[in-house]
């Protein structure tokens, strides 16, 4: 089983600031298969980037992955008020599929 | 555009076997290259995969459940179904259905509670 592990656990920011978002997986995971989602409270998770780098429907350019092998990285270049929420990883290259344990983004 | 919703009870007695159906909208179920998956997120939690399937059928289950877990597919009624035997209260969570990643359900609850 692949584990993602996330950091960091909170994040606090500004809106207009850059935000960083780390995922790091305990074996190599080819670039195909990291995702990252968005979820808000009593909402479910909504896709922002797939395939590491390629960005979902309707997701803002705001919103950038970028990484490889077992290092990968979700950046929000200007942060919107609506972007505050919690962030999770996922591979689903190798089954199990398996998230990262979130990183909230929380206004500072 | 497709849409996934989940039904099923939200009550449920330990021991007892949690059943749920996820109604498939808007597009077939067996076209595509997509797979079908059941997530459960417990309350504050993260989010875990618990197992999809195919249109074909095929099956793929998340060994931290043992083999408690089993899902189908019914392409005819274009639903797919989860069902998780001998529930403790370690299984109380929202469950969501989804499709690949991209298209999820607004998720359900589940009480495992006598």
């Known amino acids: 089983e692949i584990l993602l592990t996330q950091s960091p656990g909170t994040l606090s920011l500004s809106p207009g600031e850059r935000a960083t978002l780390s995922c790091r997986a305990s074996?190599?995971?080819?670039?195909?298969?990291l995702a990252w989602y968005q979820q808000k409270p009593g909402q479910p998770p909504r896709l922002l980037i797939y395939?590491?780098?390629s960005r979902a429907s309707a997701i803002p350019d705001r919103f950038g992955g970028s990484g490889s092998g077992t290092d990968f990285t979700l950046t929000i270049s200007r942060l919107e008020p609506e972007d505050f929420a919690v962030y999770y990883c996922?591979?689903?290259?190798?089954?199990?599929?398996?998230f990262g344990q979130g990183t909230k983004l929380e206004i500072k | 555009q497709v849409q996934l919703q989940e039904s099923g009870p939200g009550l449920v007695k330990p021991s007892q076997t949690l059943s749920l159906t996820c109604t498939v909208s808007?597009?077939?179920?067996?076209?595509?290259?997509?797979?079908w998956s059941w997530i459960r997120q417990p309350a504050g939690k993260g989010l875990e995969w618990l197992g999809r399937t195919y249109g074909s059928g095929n099956t793929d289950y998340n060994p931290s459940l043992k083999s408690r877990v089993t899902i189908s597919i019914d392409t005819s009624r274009n639903q797919f179904s989860l069902k998780l035997t001998s529930v403790t209260a370690a299984d109380t969570a929202v469950y969501y259905c989804?499709?690949?990643?991209?298209?999820w359900g607004q998720g359900i609850m589940v009480t495992v509670s006598s």
């Open positions: 074996q190599s995971v080819d670039i195909s298969y």
């Open positions: 989804a499709r690949k990643g991209d298209i």
């Open positions: 996922q591979q689903y290259g190798s089954s199990p599929l398996t």
């Open positions: 395939a590491t780098s």
């Open positions: 808007g597009g077939y179920i067996g076209s595509g290259n997509y797979y």
